[in-house]
């Protein structure tokens, strides 16, 4: 085994938490060490999730659009896809995102070690490289970064042929015939969404009664009623009991939850059920880490139990979201770093599905701040009646307000419809201000924009929507 230097922290994974808090953490001029085990720098997110997935998604916003062209006056012929070139451009995003990451590297002086890492004793970390040697280096903190990967379901074999995951679809040469998609939540609705535009018959499973189901309901019933107009079969309430690979593609045996039975077939099949930690054999027992169901536990700083070891992302109980494990990553540098940042406030983490249409959403619920007692008033305004929407032809979906009674505080913002996933920052300034429905209403927003439609649900928060 070979022995090499001490450094202020030791990150274990390069993903969107890792390789920000190895920036931030060199930012405040403390010796880091970023240790990967992928070839490639930037973790599930680079790699196979957030920027792979919505290369390909923006594949079949261009495709959708360019076929309804000649509805405002661009004509076409022949408009089709083009599988390999949808890959060539995502790999080509991939590796530049990838060798961006790399730069950032090098630019902040931090290490980079290539292995597997894991906790060695206390101020420890071991990393085993490709070739079976195993170094060990002094570390004041470590980080652990180390990120998720996809679940499967009890008795069906994800084979990446037939059965896929949400890594494997991705690198389909072809587009199937048909797609049955098991689990309605971002990752699976987007894939339905996605080969239901490039042409497979696509049919969403969600054993819950309605998809997106961490959603507001209206935004649920909204998404699930254009998935209908656009030709994607929907069945909630649905459980799967029985998979089995045929020589063209798979047959599923579901029941719903009054006890009916219904049979799919299709040529592929999506399992988005969630995602699992990984916290395996990266020394947590023997360093006496506490976890719960293989999930880390932390508290505001992102401290575990053990002194100078801390946790971050996917493998902690926190959203599986790449902009959580980066605010995370900052929190726990900032605080080993001696540093008294504020904690996260999980009520303000934005949440984004690049559908069609996209989802924008943050904070409460309408249902969540009535559970949590709050006298509730909501402000409610349609995309069909903003100018922009019209202009760019799309004109589904709407901006809903989630606000306070008494003091009027806004307490979430819900957006379904164009460009949601970009709309949805102003929510955020507002909810961090602590904004209410008024000071929405009085910040004077640019026409014609799709931003008015926030604008027109903060009026109608008060009952004085204008352009309705």
């Excluded at 970009?422 to 640019?446: D, K, N, P, Y």
Aim: glycine share 10%.
């Amino acid at each position: 085994m070979n022995e090499s230097k001490t450094y202020d922290v030791s990150i274990i994974g390069s993903g969107p938490g890792g390789y920000v808090a190895a920036i931030r953490a060199a930012q405040l001029g403390l010796s880091v060490q970023v240790i990967e085990l992928e070839p490639r720098l930037g973790g599930v997110c680079t790699l196979r999730g957030c920027i792979p997935t919505k290369a390909l998604l923006h594949t079949a916003d261009l495709l959708e659009e360019a076929r309804h062209g000649a509805d405002i006056g661009v004509m076409a012929r022949e408009i089709k896809l083009e599988m390999a070139g949808a890959q060539k451009h995502k790999e080509k995003v991939v590796r530049q995102s990838s060798n961006g990451v790399s730069y950032l590297m090098k630019k902040n002086r931090v290490d980079v070690t290539p292995g597997f890492g894991r906790i060695a004793g206390p101020g420890r970390v071991a990393v085993k490289a490709a070739d079976g040697s195993e170094s060990e280096f002094g570390a004041k903190n470590i980080l652990l970064a180390t990120g998720s990967s996809p679940r499967s379901l009890p008795g069906i074999d994800i084979d990446h042929r037939t059965i896929l995951s949400s890594d494997s679809i991705l690198d389909l040469a072809e587009v199937p015939k048909s797609l049955l998609v098991i689990g309605s939540g971002a990752v699976g609705v987007e894939f339905a969404s996605m080969f239901a535009r490039f042409g497979s018959k696509a049919t969403v499973i969600e054993v819950l009664p309605r998809i997106v189901p961490v959603e507001d309901e209206e935004i649920s019933r909204e998404l699930a009623a254009s998935f209908k107009r656009q030709g994607i079969a929907v069945y909630v309430d649905t459980r799967v009991e029985k998979v089995t690979k045929m020589d063209n593609g798979v047959e599923v045996l579901a029941r719903t939850s009054g006890g009916k039975t219904e049979t799919f077939r299709a040529e592929k099949m999506l399992l988005a059920v969630g995602r699992k930690p990984l916290s395996e054999g990266i020394g947590l027992e023997a360093a006496g880490v506490a976890t719960d169901r293989g999930y880390i536990r932390v508290d505001g700083m992102m401290r575990t139990n053990v002194s100078g070891i801390y946790a971050i992302g996917d493998v902690v109980p926190t959203a599986w979201l790449a902009h959580v494990a980066s605010a995370e990553g900052i929190v726990a540098v900032e605080h080993l770093a001696g540093k008294n940042p504020p904690p996260l406030n999980y009520d303000q983490v934005p949440g984004c599905t690049y559908c069609s249409p996209e989802i924008g959403s943050i904070g409460l619920t309408e249902a969540k701040a009535r559970e949590r007692g709050y006298d509730v008033v909501v402000g409610k305004f349609p995309f069909s009646a903003i100018g922009k929407a019209r202009i760019i032809n799309e004109t589904a979906g709407f901006v809903k307000i989630v606000a306070e009674k008494k003091y009027d505080e806004v307490l979430g913002v819900h957006i379904i419809g164009p460009k949601a996933t970009e709309l949805i920052s102003e929510a955020g300034a507002a909810l961090r201000l602590e904004a209410t429905s008024e000071e929405l209403v009085r910040t004077i927003h640019a026409h014609p924009t799709l931003s008015e439609a926030m604008h027109e649900a903060a009026e109608a928060v008060a009952g004085h929507a204008i352009h309705i």
